[in-house]
Protein backbone atom coordinates (compact mmCIF):
# COMPACT_ATOMS: atom_id res chain seq x y z
CA UNK A 1 0.00 0.00 0.00
CA UNK A 2 1.41 3.35 -0.73
CA UNK A 3 2.11 5.61 1.99
CA UNK A 4 -0.82 7.88 2.02
CA UNK A 5 -3.78 7.81 -0.45
CA UNK A 6 -3.11 9.69 -3.22
CA UNK A 7 -5.31 12.26 -5.38
CA UNK A 8 -5.03 13.53 -8.57
CA UNK A 9 -1.49 14.44 -8.96
CA UNK A 10 -0.73 10.56 -9.61
CA UNK A 11 2.87 10.32 -7.45
CA UNK A 12 5.56 8.13 -7.39
CA UNK A 13 4.78 5.33 -5.66
CA UNK A 14 5.73 4.57 -1.96
CA UNK A 15 5.56 1.58 -0.08
CA UNK A 16 3.94 1.88 3.13
CA UNK A 17 5.19 1.00 6.15
CA UNK A 18 6.86 -1.32 7.32
CA UNK A 19 9.40 -0.40 4.61
CA UNK A 20 12.27 -1.61 3.61
CA UNK A 21 13.99 0.79 1.50
CA UNK A 22 12.65 5.07 1.09
CA UNK A 23 13.14 4.72 4.88
CA UNK A 24 13.34 8.27 7.07
CA UNK A 25 15.21 7.59 9.74
CA UNK A 26 14.42 10.19 12.23
CA UNK A 27 16.93 12.10 14.88
CA UNK A 28 15.87 12.54 18.11
CA UNK A 29 17.80 15.02 20.17
CA UNK A 30 15.97 15.01 23.70
CA UNK A 31 12.03 14.91 22.23
CA UNK A 32 9.22 14.84 24.48
CA UNK A 33 6.36 13.06 24.65
CA UNK A 34 4.28 16.01 23.52
CA UNK A 35 6.97 16.18 20.29
CA UNK A 36 6.40 12.85 19.12
CA UNK A 37 2.76 12.34 19.46
CA UNK A 38 2.73 15.55 17.36
CA UNK A 39 5.32 14.69 15.23
CA UNK A 40 3.51 11.37 14.43
CA UNK A 41 0.27 12.91 13.94
CA UNK A 42 0.88 14.99 11.12
CA UNK A 43 3.54 12.89 9.48
CA UNK A 44 3.72 9.63 11.47
CA UNK A 45 3.35 7.73 8.37
CA UNK A 46 6.67 8.68 7.09
CA UNK A 47 8.57 7.83 10.02
CA UNK A 48 10.12 4.48 9.93
CA UNK A 49 12.92 4.34 12.58
CA UNK A 50 14.37 6.94 15.09
CA UNK A 51 17.53 7.35 17.01
CA UNK A 52 18.06 8.75 20.17
CA UNK A 53 21.13 11.03 19.53
CA UNK A 54 24.37 9.63 20.77
CA UNK A 55 24.15 9.11 24.17
CA UNK A 56 20.97 11.28 24.99
CA UNK A 57 18.81 8.17 25.68
CA UNK A 58 21.04 7.50 28.80
CA UNK A 59 20.26 10.74 30.52
CA UNK A 60 16.96 10.73 29.04
CA UNK A 61 14.07 11.00 31.96
CA UNK A 62 11.23 8.82 31.42
CA UNK A 63 12.72 6.44 28.67
CA UNK A 64 10.39 3.52 29.38
CA UNK A 65 7.76 5.68 28.69
CA UNK A 66 9.02 7.33 25.47
CA UNK A 67 10.12 4.10 23.64
CA UNK A 68 6.65 2.78 24.41
CA UNK A 69 4.78 5.27 22.93
CA UNK A 70 7.64 5.13 19.77
CA UNK A 71 6.35 1.34 19.78
CA UNK A 72 3.01 2.33 19.89
CA UNK A 73 3.19 4.10 16.81
CA UNK A 74 5.10 0.93 15.51
CA UNK A 75 8.18 2.20 14.79
CA UNK A 76 11.58 1.23 15.99
CA UNK A 77 14.15 3.02 18.15
CA UNK A 78 17.68 2.90 17.97
CA UNK A 79 20.44 4.27 20.30
CA UNK A 80 23.20 6.57 18.39
CA UNK A 81 26.17 5.06 17.72
CA UNK A 82 28.35 7.13 20.19
CA UNK A 83 26.23 5.28 23.22
CA UNK A 84 27.73 2.27 21.93
CA UNK A 85 31.28 3.69 21.15
CA UNK A 86 31.13 4.46 25.20
CA UNK A 87 29.73 1.03 26.03
CA UNK A 88 33.14 -0.63 24.18
CA UNK A 89 35.25 1.83 25.51
CA UNK A 90 34.30 0.96 29.24
CA UNK A 91 34.25 -2.53 28.95
CA UNK A 92 30.52 -2.31 29.49
CA UNK A 93 29.05 -4.91 26.79
CA UNK A 94 27.15 -7.05 28.35
CA UNK A 95 25.86 -4.73 30.59
CA UNK A 96 24.62 -3.00 27.33
CA UNK A 97 23.16 -5.31 25.65
CA UNK A 98 21.13 -6.44 29.08
CA UNK A 99 19.88 -3.13 29.33
CA UNK A 100 18.62 -2.56 25.63
CA UNK A 101 16.86 -5.92 26.21
CA UNK A 102 15.45 -4.53 30.12
CA UNK A 103 14.54 -1.28 27.64
CA UNK A 104 12.93 -3.17 25.08
CA UNK A 105 15.27 -1.90 22.03
CA UNK A 106 14.81 -4.05 18.62
CA UNK A 107 17.79 -2.11 17.42
CA UNK A 108 21.29 -1.27 18.00
CA UNK A 109 23.03 0.48 16.00
CA UNK A 110 27.41 0.00 15.75
CA UNK A 111 29.74 2.43 14.86
CA UNK A 112 33.23 3.38 15.31
CA UNK A 113 33.03 7.05 14.28
CA UNK A 114 35.27 8.28 17.18
CA UNK A 115 36.79 5.26 18.85
CA UNK A 116 38.91 3.19 16.60
CA UNK A 117 37.34 -0.59 16.63
CA UNK A 118 39.91 -3.06 15.32
CA UNK A 119 38.54 -4.07 12.00
CA UNK A 120 38.04 -7.81 13.01
CA UNK A 121 36.30 -6.67 16.27
CA UNK A 122 33.72 -4.80 15.01
CA UNK A 123 32.64 -7.30 13.05
CA UNK A 124 32.70 -9.79 15.62
CA UNK A 125 30.20 -7.51 17.77
CA UNK A 126 27.84 -6.61 14.82
CA UNK A 127 27.35 -10.73 14.54
CA UNK A 128 27.07 -11.28 18.02
CA UNK A 129 24.76 -8.38 18.81
CA UNK A 130 22.71 -9.52 15.37
CA UNK A 131 21.66 -12.56 16.86
CA UNK A 132 19.49 -10.28 19.41
CA UNK A 133 19.12 -7.33 17.57
CA UNK A 134 18.34 -5.78 14.23
CA UNK A 135 22.31 -4.41 13.49
CA UNK A 136 22.50 -1.11 12.04
CA UNK A 137 26.27 -0.37 11.42
CA UNK A 138 27.59 3.03 10.78
CA UNK A 139 31.21 3.71 8.50
CA UNK A 140 33.27 6.68 8.56
CA UNK A 141 34.77 8.96 10.60
CA UNK A 142 32.74 12.19 12.80
CA UNK A 143 36.73 13.78 12.65
CA UNK A 144 36.69 16.40 9.68
CA UNK A 145 40.36 15.60 9.10
CA UNK A 146 40.15 12.03 8.57
CA UNK A 147 39.11 11.24 4.63
CA UNK A 148 39.14 7.52 4.20
CA UNK A 149 40.10 6.04 0.37
CA UNK A 150 36.79 4.97 -1.12
CA UNK A 151 37.98 1.56 -1.73
CA UNK A 152 37.56 1.37 2.30
CA UNK A 153 34.73 2.49 2.68
CA UNK A 154 33.32 -0.41 -0.05
CA UNK A 155 35.54 -2.91 1.54
CA UNK A 156 34.30 -2.43 5.10
CA UNK A 157 30.26 -1.57 4.09
CA UNK A 158 30.69 -5.07 2.07
CA UNK A 159 32.19 -6.59 5.38
CA UNK A 160 29.57 -4.97 7.89
CA UNK A 161 26.79 -6.23 5.37
CA UNK A 162 28.14 -10.04 5.55
CA UNK A 163 28.55 -10.06 9.35
CA UNK A 164 24.76 -9.45 9.75
CA UNK A 165 24.33 -5.44 9.42
CA UNK A 166 20.68 -4.87 8.20
CA UNK A 167 21.56 -1.44 6.46
CA UNK A 168 24.80 0.12 6.45
CA UNK A 169 24.98 4.01 7.83
CA UNK A 170 27.21 5.99 5.55
CA UNK A 171 28.25 8.79 7.99
CA UNK A 172 27.68 12.35 7.73
CA UNK A 173 27.41 13.73 11.44
CA UNK A 174 24.07 15.94 12.57
CA UNK A 175 25.10 18.82 10.46
CA UNK A 176 26.27 16.87 7.53
CA UNK A 177 29.92 17.83 7.83
CA UNK A 178 32.30 14.40 7.77
CA UNK A 179 32.29 11.18 6.26
CA UNK A 180 30.67 11.56 2.71
CA UNK A 181 30.48 15.26 3.44
CA UNK A 182 33.54 17.48 3.33
CA UNK A 183 33.67 20.18 6.52
CA UNK A 184 32.31 22.74 4.67
CA UNK A 185 28.76 20.65 4.19
CA UNK A 186 29.79 19.58 0.28
CA UNK A 187 28.75 16.43 -0.63
CA UNK A 188 31.39 14.40 -1.69
CA UNK A 189 29.60 13.00 -4.75
CA UNK A 190 32.83 11.32 -6.28
CA UNK A 191 32.60 8.99 -2.75
CA UNK A 192 29.28 8.26 -2.89
CA UNK A 193 29.05 7.26 -6.71
CA UNK A 194 31.99 4.18 -5.95
CA UNK A 195 30.41 3.20 -3.35
CA UNK A 196 26.54 2.73 -4.87
CA UNK A 197 28.58 1.27 -7.77
CA UNK A 198 29.90 -1.84 -5.54
CA UNK A 199 26.91 -1.92 -3.21
CA UNK A 200 23.25 -2.16 -3.50
CA UNK A 201 21.65 1.60 -2.43
CA UNK A 202 18.88 -0.81 -0.81
CA UNK A 203 21.57 -1.77 1.94
CA UNK A 204 22.74 1.94 2.27
CA UNK A 205 21.36 4.40 4.92
CA UNK A 206 22.44 7.49 4.04
CA UNK A 207 23.11 10.27 6.71
CA UNK A 208 20.97 13.60 5.42
CA UNK A 209 20.58 15.95 8.08
CA UNK A 210 20.06 19.72 5.16
CA UNK A 211 17.66 19.82 2.72
CA UNK A 212 20.89 19.98 -0.08
CA UNK A 213 21.90 16.74 0.82
CA UNK A 214 17.92 14.95 1.07
CA UNK A 215 16.86 16.50 -2.62
CA UNK A 216 20.49 15.66 -3.71
CA UNK A 217 20.04 11.93 -2.99
CA UNK A 218 16.81 11.74 -4.03
CA UNK A 219 17.27 13.63 -7.73
CA UNK A 220 20.83 10.66 -7.60
CA UNK A 221 18.66 7.35 -6.14
CA UNK A 222 14.78 8.40 -6.21
CA UNK A 223 12.30 8.80 -3.73
CA UNK A 224 12.89 5.43 -2.26
CA UNK A 225 16.22 5.84 -0.89
CA UNK A 226 17.11 5.72 2.80
CA UNK A 227 17.90 8.98 4.38
CA UNK A 228 18.92 9.48 7.82
CA UNK A 229 19.72 11.86 10.78
CA UNK A 230 16.71 13.74 9.46
CA UNK A 231 15.29 16.29 12.03
CA UNK A 232 11.49 15.66 12.77
CA UNK A 233 10.25 19.17 11.35
CA UNK A 234 12.05 17.93 8.11
CA UNK A 235 9.98 14.80 7.99
CA UNK A 236 6.87 15.76 5.80
CA UNK A 237 9.57 18.33 3.94
CA UNK A 238 11.58 15.60 2.52
CA UNK A 239 8.38 13.26 1.97
CA UNK A 240 7.71 16.36 -0.34
CA UNK A 241 11.10 16.47 -2.05
CA UNK A 242 10.80 12.41 -2.33
CA UNK A 243 7.19 13.28 -4.22
CA UNK A 244 8.49 15.77 -6.18
CA UNK A 245 6.12 18.07 -4.32
CA UNK A 246 9.06 20.83 -3.98
CA UNK A 247 10.58 23.23 -5.80
CA UNK A 248 14.07 21.09 -5.96
CA UNK A 249 12.95 18.25 -6.93
CA UNK A 250 9.64 18.47 -8.71
CA UNK A 251 11.16 18.70 -12.56
CA UNK A 252 13.16 15.53 -12.12
CA UNK A 253 10.54 13.58 -9.82
CA UNK A 254 6.81 14.13 -10.77
CA UNK A 255 7.69 15.61 -14.53
CA UNK A 256 10.46 13.41 -15.38
CA UNK A 257 13.01 16.08 -16.05
CA UNK A 258 10.59 18.12 -18.39
CA UNK A 259 10.52 21.72 -17.35
CA UNK A 260 6.99 22.04 -17.97
CA UNK A 261 4.21 19.41 -17.55
CA UNK A 262 2.89 17.52 -20.75
CA UNK A 263 -0.37 18.75 -22.32
Request: hydrophobic share 35%; net charge negative.
Amino acid sequence: MPAFNDGFLDLPQRPGKPRTEGLTHVIDKGLNLRDIEGMFDTGGQFVDIVKLGWGTSYVTNNLEKKIALYRSFETPVVCGGTLFEAVYGRGRLDEFKQWLRDQRFSHVEISDGTLEIPRERKLELIADFAEDFVVLSEVGSKDTDVNYAPYLWVQWIKEELAAGAWKVITEGREGGTAGIYRPTGEMRTGLVDEIVHEIEVSDLLFEAPTKESQAWFVKEFGPNVNLGNIPPDEVIPLETLRLGLRGDTLKEVLLGGDRTPAT
